[in-house]
């Protein structure tokens, strides 16, 4: 069975430009998370999907950030536009249920984005 | 907003000893998951504890789970090399669907 798909897996801009992110988790998990992590530092929620609708989205810095995810399956995490500090690694995880008792969530490689 | 922190930061062993890592939460939790970063990857779900005072074990691995549902420990008997990583704790407070994690802590074992 294949885990979470993300791409890319390394992203370099200049600041004030866009970058977008894309995420497919594992199949029949309606749960998705986008997290950021800096380094040294646990991963931060940013946004959680049930199916197609956002919840939990009250860390999404949404000035720049943007986050879809149309028909319950894939997402796309974007920034518009980038600055210095949103240098980090972007996670997407995904698990069955997120109301369910047992969530375990599987995380996939990230996005390290640079920006310069 | 829940706090979840954990200690040490870091921690240096040489192969063999023993190594443990602390959990504490600001507010009492309904679970807590622990999860596994090896450098330059990504979290890896470990285990999940639910019940008050639970005890789990994985081969060399215990997990405990206190009995006010407010800290938790990961205890690894003889560090082995492929230890090597950082663990981190996520608790899930009641009513929330979503875990917040600790800091992690650096298992750094010397051969």
């Known amino acids: 069975e294949a885990g979470v798909v993300q791409s890319p897996r390394y992203k370099i801009i200049e600041k004030k430009q866009p970058v977008a992110f894309w995420c497919n988790p594992i199949?029949?998990?309606?749960?998705l998370y986008w997290y950021l992590q800096n380094l040294g530092q646990g991963p931060e929620l940013l946004i959680r999907?049930?199916?197609?609708?956002?919840?939990?989205d009250s860390q999404l810095p949404k000035d720049r950030f943007s986050a879809e995810r149309l028909k319950g399956v894939d997402s796309t995490l974007k920034i518009q536009p980038a600055e210095l500090g949103d240098s980090a690694v972007y996670l997407c995880a995904s698990s069955l249920e997120a109301g369910t008792d047992y969530n375990e969530q599987f995380f996939g490689p990230g996005t390290r984005l640079t920006v310069l | 907003g829940q706090q979840v922190m954990q200690i040490p930061q870091y921690q240096h062993v040489q192969e063999g000893e023993d190594f443990t890592t602390y959990c504490n939460s600001s507010t009492t939790l309904s679970n807590i998951q622990w999860y596994k970063q090896r450098p330059g990857g990504h979290p890896v779900f470990l285990i999940q504890?639910?019940?008050?005072?639970e005890v789990k074990k994985q081969k060399r691995l215990t997990f405990q789970f206190g009995e006010a549902k407010k800290n938790s420990s990961l205890h690894i008997t003889a560090t082995q090399t492929t230890d090597v990583g950082t663990y981190f704790c996520?608790?899930?407070?009641?009513?929330?669907?979503?875990?917040?994690f600790g800091r992690g802590t650096s298992l750094i074992v010397h051969p």
């Open positions: 999907y049930e199916n197609e609708e956002a919840v939990d």
């Open positions: 504890l639910v019940k008050s005072g």
């Open positions: 996520a608790g899930r407070a009641g009513g929330s669907y979503i875990p917040t």
């Open positions: 199949s029949g998990h309606n749960t």
